[in-house]
Nanobody, 113 residues
Framework: QVQLVESGGGLVQTGDSLRLSCAASGAIFNIRSMGWYRQAPGKQRELVAVITISGNTNYADSVKDRFTISMFNKNTVYLQMNSLKSEDTAVYYC????????WGQGTQVTVSS
């Protein structure tokens, strides 16, 4: 089992920056990747960014050049979000993949125009 604890969400204005953090504990030796997904009201959960333990990254087109994902100690993942837009408003969920998927509880990001 892996437990994920997220932090860093909040209310910001258009153009501001935020950094989300997610720390994994438990069976972290099986972690293969960590990432962030988001779900806006009335929409499906979507991938934001993912990073493998070897450092390969993948981003949604909508956040490329604005968001940066990074990993520390193979058990903590950060999402640096710059130039935030109102359409970035969503609940952001941390995810990690071992032999199964694990999810954090979610953290609200609200971008006000």
């Amino acid at each position: 089992q892996v437990q994920l604890v997220e932090s860093g969400g909040g209310l910001v204005q258009t153009g501001d920056s935020l950094r989300l953090s997610c720390a994994a504990s438990g069976a972290i030796f099986n972690i293969r990747s960590m990432g962030w997904y988001r779900q806006a009201p009335g929409k499906q959960r979507e991938l934001v960014a993912v990073i493998t333990i070897s450092g390969n990254t993948n981003y949604a087109d909508s956040v490329k050049d604005r968001f940066t994902i990074s990993m520390f100690n193979k058990n903590t993942v950060y999402l640096q979000m710059n130039s935030l837009k109102s359409e970035d408003t969503a609940v952001y969920y941390c995810n990690t993949k071992t032999f199964q998927n694990y999810w954090g509880q979610g953290t609200q990001v609200t971008v006000s125009s």
